[in-house]
């Protein structure tokens, strides 16, 4: 056990100390930051395009016909990112085209009335730059086209009665035919499911990278000298799993704060509803991401132990690689049908299950007898593949030649005197 420990804190001090994990962490945080101000970066461009500060774009609508009797003025209270001016004098586009360039306005409106119906209207909808638009905004339209509904109707002198039954409250309700409801965003559970699985895969990654380059500067010689390679196998696992563990904690108290700090009151929650995240499903979340970690974390031990060169490193990870990229895929994609048996399939198959049994819990399908299962077959995998994994970095991490194949992996495995 005290073995275990030196080889542990020996890994994570050595795993702090690396130039990349500092580079690499520093700059994730920092897109975290920026990530999160992208609104307040586009709100500022914007403004400053638009000669404004504050209080939204300055639109001008000119009703020279006064088509709409002065009800314009109601835009104003109708949310739409505008400070909207009302004028019924018979504005050119010429005379628009000053106030813009003048930065009194950033856009405008001219009603008039059609040429070719005498009960249509036509909108010119004026702004500094097409390019900066791909059409009249939505929301306007239908702003105005209410404005100008609500109008005609008023004129009409009818009922209150008469009006509700223009305007009827229609309750709808969403029904399925599946007997197992679904609940959660769909979208939470896509990103969190990506966030888990590159948590997993890049500290799991890091244990390949490090018995290589260990091997390469003669440390892994003063190691196994010193403890066994049952011990170092776990150590470092275990030291890289909890570095990465507190970056990955890192990065999620960085994002909620920035979140916090940088975000709008209630945009976060109006585009990911984060309800259905309890604190069983936090546990299950780190007790997944720790055995998912182990299990290619001990793939990773197995394949670094295979080369003594650190540019040999990648080649030697694909097949790892391939196998994580495929259970999150399984995951990923199975997810769009929660209640599928391919995604039961993957949320107890070892190689996808940390990826999706997590969010099958969140979207409320899994039962506490199939989280016991699914936990149980991953138990059983990372025993197996860490028995594998020890005997063959036993017989190959002080291989300095050539890569081993597979055939030689093997071989090693099944010499009974190895």
Excluded at 112 to 119: D, H, P, W, Y
Excluded at 161 to 183: A, C, D, G, K, M
Excluded at 238 to 250: D, F, N, P, R
Excluded at 266 to 276: A, F
């Amino acid at each position: 056990m005290k073995d275990l420990k030196t080889v542990t804190i020996f890994t994570m001090k050595e795993m702090l100390k690396r130039k990349s994990f500092i580079v690499t962490t520093i700059i994730i945080l920092l897109l975290i930051v920026v990530g999160f101000n992208i609104p307040n970066i586009f709100r500022f461009f914007s403004n400053d395009n638009n000669g404004q500060n504050t209080g939204g774009k300055q639109l001008l609508i000119v009703d020279s016909e006064n088509v709409f009797e002065g009800t314009l003025d109601a835009l104003n209270s109708m949310d739409l990112g505008y400070q909207v001016q009302t004028s019924n004098e018979k504005l050119t586009f010429e005379d628009v085209k000053s106030k813009i360039e003048n930065e009194e306005i950033s856009e405008a409106i001219i009603i008039e009335k059609s040429t070719e119906n005498v009960n249509a209207y036509q909108l010119r909808y004026i702004v500094k730059n097409i390019a900066t638009i791909s059409s009249v905004p939505e929301d306007l339209i239908n702003a105005i086209s209410t404005t100008y509904t609500n109008l005609q109707i008023s004129k009409l002198g009818l009922t209150q009665e008469q009006l509700q039954s223009l305007t009827p409250n229609f309750e709808y309700h969403i029904e399925q035919t599946e007997e197992q409801e679904v609940s959660g965003n769909l979208a939470v559970i896509m990103i969190l499911s990506l966030v888990l699985f590159y948590a997993i895969y890049f500290c799991a990654y890091q244990v390949s990278s490090s018995i290589t380059t260990e091997k390469t500067s003669k440390i892994m010689e003063t190691l196994v000298t010193s403890t066994s390679p049952r011990t170092i196998v776990m150590g470092k696992t275990i030291g890289i799993g909890i570095v990465g563990l507190v970056q990955v904690c890192l990065f999620v108290a960085v994002a909620l704060i920035s979140a916090k700090l940088f975000l709008e009151p209630g945009v976060l929650e109006s585009v990911l509803d984060m309800s259905k995240f309890t604190p069983y499903l936090a546990i299950i979340t780190i007790i997944y991401f720790i055995l998912g970690y182990f299990a290619y974390a001990l793939l990773y031990a197995l394949t670094g132990s295979t080369v003594s060169k650190p540019e040999d490193i990648q080649s030697a990870n694909t097949p790892v690689a391939i196998l994580a990229v495929i259970g999150f895929y399984l995951s990923y994609f199975t997810m769009m049908n929660p209640t599928s048996n391919l995604n039961v399939f993957a949320s107890m198959f070892p190689i996808s299950s940390p990826f999706c049994m997590p969010f099958r819990i969140m979207m409320g399908v899994a039962s506490v007898t199939d989280v016991v299962i699914s936990l149980a077959i991953l138990v059983v995998t990372i025993l197996i593949v860490a028995n594998v994994a020890i005997k063959i970095y036993s017989n190959a991490i002080l291989n300095y030649g050539t890569k081993m194949s597979l055939g030689d992996m093997i071989r090693i495995y099944k010499d009974k005197n190895n």
